[in-house]
């Protein structure tokens, strides 16, 4: 390759050219099957807790699911869950502040 500095002499050594650079964007895989799970036992806590407000004239709107209920309701081994937990916030489906997780994207 045949390059020139500035005064039109050939350049000796390392040349430095600029290019143009897109980055990529990363490809999220989809969800596992126990993440799956995860969220649609979560959709369903939610559900049912904010049909019981509604049952009592409460605002349906204030229904939290705690991390513990579930937990529970998942009963899966205490690593795995932490495995679906840890998943699930990292690639930003869910959120959990004072004991309670909430569902950030469907």
């Known amino acids: 390759m045949n390059i020139a500095d500035e ?5 000796n ?21 126990s993440q799956k799970l995860g969220l649609s036992a979560l959709a369903m806590l939610l559900e049912e807790l904010q049909d019981h407000l509604e049952s009592i004239g409460k605002n ?5 699911v705690t991390v513990s209920d ?9 690593n795995r869950f932490y495995e679906v937990r ?4 990292e690639r930003g ?3 959990i502040e ?6 950030l994207k469907k």
Do not use: C, M
């Open 7 to 11: 005064k039109g002499n050939p350049a």
């Open 13 to 33: 050594g390392s040349v430095l050219t600029a290019t143009h650079y897109t980055p990529t964007t990363p490809k999220t895989s989809a969800l596992g099957k």
């Open 60 to 64: 349906p709107d204030d229904a939290k």
């Open 70 to 78: 579930w937990q529970e309701r998942l009963d899966f081994p205490t």
């Open 86 to 89: 840890d998943g699930l916030k």
């Open 93 to 95: 489906f869910i959120s």
């Open 98 to 103: 004072k004991g309670f997780v909430y569902q």
